[in-house]
């Protein structure tokens, strides 16, 4: 036990990680054009343990993303069609009778497509609620009980889903205690066009993915623990936590944003996912400490879809994504930090590293 705690990070770890990273990008990039946050978003919580929630209309490259980072990472990978008429038992599997040589009956377990290390939850609204709820307990807990037995599911685990926020019809929309479960939603947006010229191109050739190896599971779990080894500064800690608590309106942090917008805020594993995945982000910087602009960065996609949001949001269409970078503001003034890294956006809070916030080595 004592040489599991004084395990620290040092220079070689950062190096090997960011080596490591750099390949896993390079490799995603032979099959995706651009989307460079979605990718970035999509690996951190993938490195953090995390599940992630990808949201776009049609066509835009996220169930290319999902299977490139399949291929990557050198894990099995299912895909699961998500459709009306789509049953519990076609996601987790089932007992079946077979029979013996001897014509004796029995039940035998047939695993289902969770039985993975990455699933594509393809259209995951389309299924009904009952279908939806057969994927809460492998994202969390990572175990599939049926009948009465739990089985264990195979690290590394991810869910990545997909949905489309446009078409409505036909669709269920996810509870609460699901979203909940994503580490991160990610927003996929339309590309340029200088981006889409050059998919036009790239298809043109093939449809097929061609990106190749560039870690196995057993190097991802060794980046994941290497990451956790990151430290956190006891203020960044509480600011991070501050954060999350000023999304409800009736918490002792609760911001003014969070008084007029929001009627519901983050659950604890808002805070958990916040500080998982800033260590990841502080590692791809090449830093020993989460820094202010790492936990800001990352609180886009980790608060987005954890909020529950007013009717005076809806009616003055004020989105969630506004109402973190208000939120971020009000605390950077309170608190006195440099208000940049509050009202920046996400990829620009990414490229900035404000030295004088960090704690411990530079």
Known sequence: MENVKNVEVNENDIQKFGEQCEKIFEQISRDVIGQKEVIEGAVIAMIAGGNVLLEGVPGVGKTRLVRSL???????????QFTPDLMPADVTGTNIIVKDENGNSSFQFQPGPVFSNIILADEINRATPKTQSALLEAMQEHTVTVMGVSRKLEEPFFVLATQNPVEQDGTYPLPEAQMDRFMFKIIVKNPSLDELMDIVNMTQKTMAE???????????????????????A??????????????HPDSECASEAAKKYVRLGASPRAGQALISAAKVKALLNKR????????????????RHRMKLTFEAVAERVSADEIVSMIIAELTDKLGLAKEAGKAAPEEQAEKSDKKRLFGRK
């Open 70 to 80: 399949g291929r990557v990472f050198d894990l099995p990978f299912a895909r699961i």
């Open 210 to 232: 061609v990106a190749d190896a560039a870690c196995n599971g057993k190097d991802l779990l060794e980046m994941r623990k290497t990451a956790n080894q990151i430290k956190v």
């Open 234 to 247: 006891e203020d960044v800690m509480r600011y991070a936590m501050m954060l999350c608590s000023a999304t």
């Open 288 to 303: 020993l400490n989460v820094s202010y602009d790492d936990v800001n960065s990352l609180a886009y996609p980790v608060l």
